[in-house]
């Protein structure tokens, strides 16, 4: 089977965690590849995401590296054993690999944190407003993927569907409630749909207002919990482009942020009270 040419964020982070065994081992690639019976590119494809890997060959792998984190190895080999195309895959082609990727990153997460200070959550945001958020960006959109993206991000939403849906919490400033990115009844709209979505169950959103001192450091972004919090990922957000943060330093200093803005965030109730009062404010 021919390397895959465009791996997606979570193949790369399996394969990169199983170079970060090996190279706790100490063990060079060729010593890995003999192991396996192959040639030292077949390590490096597998490390990179180009080449898939089995359940079996990961706990073997894992067994050859004498990692201890028996925890770790069960959820990088259920990561292994993933199969199933998710609905993001008929985006594949039409959007950028950034998209998919997202989507990939929320379907497998078993909780999300984000803040947000400029706009509202992707998650939460009815397709008017998304439409608008994008046709205000610096590079006009062709129509048909303009309408892709549009579809993409409202489809993202359905994880809130589960019966079981993962745990949401999102902290939103002020400014993005206040932001006019669209014509009023437009944003009118998505501020009572803000309010709806809040009351959905696993679904905490918190305001963060003007009046609230809030450090500096403070940006947008998202926290992914996964099975085991050495697996989250934080996925930043940019008006041009986004990216990827695992290292282990990184997600504690990510998590501290998102507590210390959770700190001075509105309780939920009061968060939707204040929501309501800018809408009528329109």
């Not at 991000?153 to 902290?171: G, N, T």
């Not at 679904?203 to 003007?210: A, C, D, E, G, Q």
Request: glycine content about 8%.
């Amino acid at each position: 089977m021919p390397p895959r040419s465009y791996p997606t964020a979570r193949q790369k982070r399996l394969g990169a965690e199983l170079r970060k065994l090996r190279e706790r081992a100490g063990m060079s690639g060729s010593v890995a590849a003999a192991f396996l019976g192959g040639e030292r590119a077949q390590i490096s494809h597998i490390e990179s995401g180009r080449y898939g890997v089995s359940a079996e060959r990961v706990r073997r792998l894992a067994t050859h590296y004498s990692a201890g984190d028996r925890h770790l190895v069960d959820a990088l080999a259920g990561m292994a054993e993933e199969r199933t195309k998710g609905w993001w895959e008929e985006y594949r082609g039409v959007l950028s690999p950034g998209f998919l990727d997202l989507a990939e990153l929320e379907h497998h997460a078993t909780y999300l944190r984000c803040i947000q200070t400029l706009h509202i959550p992707g998650l939460l945001q009815t397709p008017d407003y998304s439409r608008e958020l994008m046709l205000g960006g610096i590079s006009d959109l062709p129509p048909g993927e303009l309408n892709a993206r549009v579809r993409h991000r409202a489809a993202r939403r359905r994880i809130l569907d589960r019966p079981s849906p993962p745990a949401y919490e999102a902290l939103v400033h002020e400014t993005a409630l206040r932001m006019r990115y669209c014509a009023p009844d437009t944003m009118r709209a998505q501020l009572e749909f803000l309010c709806e979505m809040s009351r959905c169950p696993g679904v905490t959103l918190r305001v963060i207002p003007f009046e609230a001192r809030i450090t500096s450091s403070v940006h947008s972004m998202l926290y992914a919990g996964a099975t085991i919090p050495r697996l989250d990922t934080v996925q930043l957000d940019s008006a041009f482009d986004g990216g990827f943060l695992d290292a282990e330093a990184q997600l504690a200093r990510y998590r501290t942020l998102l507590d210390s803005v959770r700190s001075i965030a509105l309780d939920p109730e009061r968060s939707r009270l204040f929501i309501r009062r800018v809408a009528r404010e329109l």
